[in-house]
Nanobody, 123 residues
């Protein structure tokens, strides 16, 4: 199992920035990703990173505002969120794929999940 610990959520105003962190430990993983889930909605892919090579991917809904980076030495990924909007309000989850499944945006591609960190964007 991969243990994932998210941090950095909070209450911000529209237009603000926030950076989330996800520290991974335990078993080897190939992909780490961020998902979010708003009340009453399905879990949604935000972005991901392939650990080997560092290629990053972002969902169209956040492209240009959110970016993913990593610190190899700390086995940590970050989600930098800029120009936040009220519709970005959600619980943000970190997820680990241990085998490198082909479809990064599907929640079913991931083996392990963090507990989530709540982001609230007020208008």
């Amino acid at each position: 199992q991969v243990q994932l610990v998210e941090s950095g959520g909070g209450l911000v105003q529209a237009g603000d920035s926030l950076r989330l962190s996800c520290a991974a430990s335990g078993r080897t993983f190939l992909i780490l990703a961020w998902f979010r889930q708003a009340p009453g909605k399905e879990r949604e892919f935000v972005g991901g990173i392939r650990w080997s090579g560092g290629s990053t991917y972002a969902a169209d809904t956040v492209k240009g505002r959110f970016s993913i980076s990593r610190d190899n030495a700390k086995n940590t990924i970050y989600l930098q969120m800029n120009s936040l909007k009220p519709e970005d309000t959600a619980v943000y989850y970190c997820a680990a794929d241990r085998t490198g499944r082909p479809v990064m945006r599907l929640p079913s591609s991931y083996d392990d999940w963090g507990q989530g960190t709540k982001v609230t964007v007020s208008s």
